[in-house]
């Protein structure tokens, strides 16, 4: 499975950065603008995947792709064009080396829904979960399908928190869309190692294509 994982540190000073983060839809836009046209849509069972982590001191983009991106306009855009510009790493290696066991801190943003068929319609509505129990629950039902398990807290309890939980809405096509966002912070064991390559490089979710379904891995601490 061949993806790449790239890495870009946003210069949140700069007025075009300002104006990226506060739409969902610019960002998107911008993201894409980092692939030619027969590079951005989905294959080899992956697409291409955005989120943008907000740190006390930094904000950083994190994009998971089958292509190689050029990130030139973003750096002249939204970064430090003369000293820094982005860094790119083959994500194969890690993906081929999972294994059914393997424990790993994770990092999810999300959009939680349901989907609910109205009364006398056919066609399903999509709902946001709302509260921390809510998008709790959604990822635990999710979990099993994307190859992984929640581990357990000292207190048997499953380890994860929701952070950063939003309602962003941005204009697309002449309409507002509002989104319901959180970020989900934890461990997890690796169940079926084919199911999670899958995730990894396909997301989770809806919204993907609004920083949304981006799920990574580090090593887990202790």
């Given at each position: 499975m061949?993806?790449?994982?790239?890495?870009?540190?946003?210069?949140?000073?700069?007025?075009?950065a300002?104006?990226?983060?506060?739409?969902?839809?610019?960002?998107?836009?911008?993201?894409?603008?980092?692939?030619p046209?027969?590079?951005?849509?989905?294959?080899?069972?992956?697409?291409?995947?955005?989120?943008?982590?907000?740190g006390?001191?930094?904000?950083?983009?994190?994009?998971?792709?089958?292509?190689?991106p050029d990130l030139?306009?973003?750096?002249?855009?939204?970064?430090?064009?003369?000293?820094q510009?982005?860094?790119?790493?083959d994500?194969s290696?890690?993906?081929?080396?999972?294994s059914?066991?393997?424990r790993?801190?994770?990092r999810l943003?999300?959009?939680p829904?349901?989907?609910?068929?109205?009364?006398?319609?056919d066609?399903?509505?999509?709902?946001a979960?709302?509260?921390?129990?809510?998008?709790?629950?959604?990822?635990l039902d999710?979990?099993?399908?994307?190859?992984f398990?929640?581990?357990d807290?000292?207190?048997?309890?499953?380890?994860?928190?929701?952070?950063?939980?939003?309602?962003?809405?941005?204009s697309?096509?002449?309409?507002?869309v509002?989104?319901?966002?959180?970020?989900?912070?934890g461990?997890?064991?690796?169940?079926?190692?084919?199911?999670?390559?899958?995730?990894?490089?396909?997301?989770?979710?809806?919204?993907?294509?609004?920083g949304c379904?981006?799920l990574t891995?580090?090593a887990?601490?202790?």
């Amino acid at each position: 499975m061949t993806a790449f994982l790239t890495r870009f540190e946003v210069n949140k000073a700069r007025r075009g950065a300002r104006d990226l983060m506060g739409s969902l839809h610019r960002m998107h836009a911008a993201v894409l603008a980092s692939f030619p046209d027969a590079h951005r849509a989905p294959a080899g069972g992956g697409r291409v995947l955005w989120r943008l982590d907000h740190g006390d001191h930094s904000t950083t983009l994190y994009i998971v792709s089958p292509h190689k991106p050029d990130l030139t306009h973003l750096v002249e855009q939204a970064g430090w064009p003369t000293t820094q510009t982005w860094a790119t790493r083959d994500y194969s290696p890690l993906l081929d080396r999972l294994s059914t066991g393997d424990r790993f801190a994770f990092r999810l943003a999300a959009n939680p829904t349901r989907s609910q068929r109205r009364e006398g319609d056919d066609r399903s509505q999509r709902y946001a979960h709302v509260t921390v129990a809510q998008q709790t629950q959604w990822l635990l039902d999710r979990a099993h399908r994307n190859g992984f398990a929640l581990c357990d807290t000292a207190e048997k309890e499953p380890d994860v928190a929701v952070r950063g939980r939003q309602r962003p809405r941005f204009s697309r096509g002449g309409e507002t869309v509002t989104l319901s966002t959180a970020v989900f912070e934890g461990r997890l064991e690796v169940t079926d190692p084919d199911l999670l390559r899958a995730a990894l490089v396909g997301g989770i979710g809806p919204a993907k294509g609004y920083g949304c379904g981006l799920l990574t891995l580090a090593a887990a601490p202790g």
